[in-house]
């Protein structure tokens, strides 16, 4: 049972003003995927994918403020901002689908805004039968950054980081791989200092700096929100790794099991 989060900023080209797919990048990984199924059975080990939003998904959520509170009267452009922002979302979704699916990847696609509510940007439900019952029949379930309704706020911005490690949590999934477009956790910026060095593994958010250790902002919390998640995985005993999907192979290979370059995010060992 293994979660592959693609990081938006893999798929799409996320600083384009206009929504933009990085198709070499999707088609490369779609080949991966496909290379890596020929020796694993999806029925009886599932793979489920999770994919961020990049430049589909953020400019809306940020120009309509999705999450933060508002009065009523602001309220019916505030349903815009959502239908805007989660058919942008999903318009990625059926690209990134529809090239797995000429690859001969039986992918399945979960709009969680159907499928999930949140109270204050957590999730608080999440319909995980459906999800389940696809893993057991062989499909590849492809889940996405999303819009939802929030009990306490009406609307909110449920990130693909959040959706993960809900799903591993409760459905005992037993390696978590991350593809974004960096090595991994660095001890600063790499875009921004030389000497950035790759910290291979980490196990508390309190060595870092968020000033520091971003590499990009958005309106879910980038790099360092990333990290908030996967350690509080890593205490619930699920290891995950972060990894830089823009070299050929390393998602295949990190699927296969195999040592590749990046961060491990692991418990705390105490002694």
């Given at each position: 049972m293994i979660i592959l989060k693609l990081g938006g900023s893999i798929l799409t080209e996320k600083d384009s003003l206009k929504p933009k797919v990085n198709l070499e990048n999707l088609n490369r990984i779609a080949i991966e995927i496909k290379d890596f199924l020929k020796d694993h059975d999806l029925k009886n080990n599932g793979l489920l994918i999770i994919h961020g939003a990049g430049s589909f998904g953020h400019p809306y959520a940020k120009e309509y403020e999705i999450g933060e509170p508002f009065s009523n009267e602001v309220y019916p452009s505030k349903r815009i901002?959502?239908?805007?922002?989660?058919?942008?979302?999903n318009e990625l979704n059926n690209i990134i689908s529809e090239i797995f699916i000429e690859n001969k990847l039986p992918v399945i696609?979960?709009?969680?805004?159907s499928s999930i509510k949140s109270f204050?940007?957590?999730i608080s439900y999440f319909n995980l039968d459906l999800i389940k019952d696809y893993i057991s029949q062989g499909f590849l379930p492809i889940l996405y950054g999303d819009v939802v309704l929030d009990d306490k706020l009406k609307?909110?911005?449920?990130?693909g980081d959040?959706?993960?490690?809900?799903?591993?949590?409760?459905l005992k999934f037993k390696k978590v791989i991350l593809g974004t477009d960096v090595d991994g956790v660095f001890d600063k910026n790499?875009?921004?200092y030389d000497g950035a060095k790759l910290i291979t593994s980490l196990n508390s958010i309190k060595d870092l700096s968020q000033e520091h250790s971003t590499t990009n902002v958005d309106v879910t919390g980038a790099m360092f929100g990333k990290i908030q998640e996967l350690v509080?995985?890593?205490?619930?005993?699920?290891?995950?790794?972060?990894?830089?999907?823009?070299?050929?192979?390393l998602i295949k290979n990190?699927?296969?099991?195999?040592?590749?370059?990046?961060?491990?995010?692991?418990?705390?060992?105490?002694?």
């Amino acid at each position: 049972m293994i979660i592959l989060k693609l990081g938006g900023s893999i798929l799409t080209e996320k600083d384009s003003l206009k929504p933009k797919v990085n198709l070499e990048n999707l088609n490369r990984i779609a080949i991966e995927i496909k290379d890596f199924l020929k020796d694993h059975d999806l029925k009886n080990n599932g793979l489920l994918i999770i994919h961020g939003a990049g430049s589909f998904g953020h400019p809306y959520a940020k120009e309509y403020e999705i999450g933060e509170p508002f009065s009523n009267e602001v309220y019916p452009s505030k349903r815009i901002g959502f239908s805007l922002t989660h058919n942008s979302v999903n318009e990625l979704n059926n690209i990134i689908s529809e090239i797995f699916i000429e690859n001969k990847l039986p992918v399945i696609s979960i709009p969680p805004s159907s499928s999930i509510k949140s109270f204050n940007k957590r999730i608080s439900y999440f319909n995980l039968d459906l999800i389940k019952d696809y893993i057991s029949q062989g499909f590849l379930p492809i889940l996405y950054g999303d819009v939802v309704l929030d009990d306490k706020l009406k609307m909110a911005v449920i990130s693909g980081d959040q959706i993960l490690s809900y799903l591993a949590k409760n459905l005992k999934f037993k390696k978590v791989i991350l593809g974004t477009d960096v090595d991994g956790v660095f001890d600063k910026n790499p875009n921004l200092y030389d000497g950035a060095k790759l910290i291979t593994s980490l196990n508390s958010i309190k060595d870092l700096s968020q000033e520091h250790s971003t590499t990009n902002v958005d309106v879910t919390g980038a790099m360092f929100g990333k990290i908030q998640e996967l350690v509080e995985l890593a205490d619930s005993g699920i290891e995950s790794k972060i990894i830089n999907a823009q070299i050929p192979d390393l998602i295949k290979n990190a699927l296969k099991g195999k040592d590749v370059k990046g961060t491990v995010i692991k418990a705390k060992i105490i002694k």
